[in-house]
């Protein structure tokens, strides 16, 4: 009797949570409507499909890489750049395991790495979640930075920049991600591209400054949803939402990229994180 009214009881808070949720901004709650649906049939001891696939307890598929050994294995799993005088993205030991790559005082020289292969597409019952914890090392002034998804994972390109007055140049066909111009205005900038056509470049400051500081990690989230609208995260907080930010029958890869503008500097990588839904 007590376990029936536990569960009554239970029904009624997730009704009452459904209602409040109707009534704020759905984008604060991502994915919240799965995750109640989930709970409410785990209750009743239904099997909990989630994912593109319904044929499988694991419709969505996940990559987690913490870089927790000697070497990055760039045959089978990723694909660096760098041009003459910077160094090549590679396993620093620090605690926990971290990658390092950087960037000489030679202007527009390019470091970059990506996770292969090019397979991580929108529309396989998403959302298409990306992660990563990192932090530049040495300086923040001058060149620029980017993070995110790319559709290109051999091409010696920073996917997307941005100018000192925020304006764009695409270099990837489709993109999304963050981006940051030491020099230039503050915070992070929430960027993307669709098919050649760029996006609004948009900070990142909701509840404060997101502007990096060096070798203090901060985490950042893009996901995607199936019609290639994009939400942006950093440290766990909702900034922005980006409508149409890539075309989402287009495969991507994680991308993470240094531009030189004169100052000497480095990006460590915590770790990157991926989910899916399963086709």
Known sequence: MGTVIARLLTWQILWMIRWLLAMLPHRRFEAMQGRLAGL??????IPVYSGGATDTGFGTVRVFDDFERKAIDTTNLYTGNNDAGGTAFAINEQRNGVVRGAVDTDDNDIT???KDPVIWRPNSGGPLTFETRCTL????ANGETFLGMTDDDGTDENPITLSAADVQTSNATNAVGFAYTGGGTVDWKAVSVNAGAAGTPTRCNAGG???PVATTWQTFRVVINQDGDADFYIDGRWHYREDAATAPATSLCPGWALQSGGAARSLD???VYLSVGRV
């Open 40 to 45: 409410w049939l785990d209750m009743k001891n």
């Open 112 to 114: 970059n790495l990506f």
């Open 137 to 140: 090392i040495t300086s923040i």
């Open 209 to 211: 400054a997101t502007t």
């Open 269 to 271: 990588i915590d770790y």
